[in-house]
């Protein structure tokens, strides 16, 4: 099975800041990658998918990068409503797989 | 509008069967793929297995001796059944609809909000 490792397990961070987050594949995924927002409580919402593709009513503050191995999500100016835990999914081999998540935190 | 919801006993005692249903709604089964997706509680998510457009399945390996999917299209339901539960399946159970008609890409557009499944004696 493809192993997603996503750092750091949290980020302190204030609003209105850059946000990176990082999620390394244990082998070449070919960019299919996918992003998912989760709140307390909620189910996950897919962000990004194909590495790189902003889903549909996804605000344009979040992007994402990365090849091979190596991938970023990266928001743009934090606002409040993007506090969450966000993970990374593997979606080139199954088992389809995900990171252990990366939680936001405000400073 | 598209819309999926889990229902379930929110109890299961050890050692017994989980059975879930899967209601869908706003979208054909035969033309979307519907994952199945659990994250016990505090934790990462866990894929656990697919109903393909076409009826066929698939599994992950880690939980395939344990779990069958099947659905009914006439009702719009794709159902879960796990067996010989422990208590390290407690968790979150979520379906969730496949992005892509028919192709199937694997990323999850929709989810249902979740049911929630202890396993305690």
């Known amino acids: 099975d493809i192993q997603m490792t996503q750092s750091p397990s949290s980020l302190s961070v204030s609003l209105g800041d850059n946000v990176t987050f990082t999620c390394e594949a244990s082998e070449n995924i070919y960019g299919f990658l996918a992003w998912y927002q989760q709140k307390l409580g909620k189910a996950p919402k897919l962000l990004i998918y194909g590495a790189t593709n902003l889903e549909d009513g996804v605000p344009t503050r979040f992007s994402g990068s990365g090849s091979w191995t190596n991938y970023s999500l990266t928001i743009s100016s934090l606002e409040p409503e993007d506090i969450a835990t966000y993970y990374c999914q593997n979606n080139h081999v199954y088992p389809l797989t995900f990171g252990s998540g990366t939680k936001l935190e405000i400073k | 509008q598209v819309q999926l919801k889990e229902s379930g006993p929110g109890l299961v005692q050890p050692s017994q069967t989980l059975s879930l249903t899967c209601t869908v709604s706003g979208f054909s089964l035969t033309s979307y793929h519907v994952h199945w997706v659990r994250q016990p509680p505090g934790k990462g998510l866990e894929w656990m297995g697919v109903?393909?457009?076409?009826?066929?399945?698939s599994y992950n390996s880690a939980l395939k001796s344990r779990l069958s999917i099947s659905r009914d299209t006439s009702k719009s339901q794709v159902f879960l059944k796990m067996s010989s539960l422990q208590t390290e399946d407690t968790a979150t159970y979520y379906c969730a609809r496949d992005r892509s008609e028919l192709s199937g890409d694997g990323y999850f557009d929709f989810w249902g909000p979740g049911t929630m499944v202890t396993v305690s004696s």
């Open positions: 109903m393909w457009s076409d009826g066929d399945t």
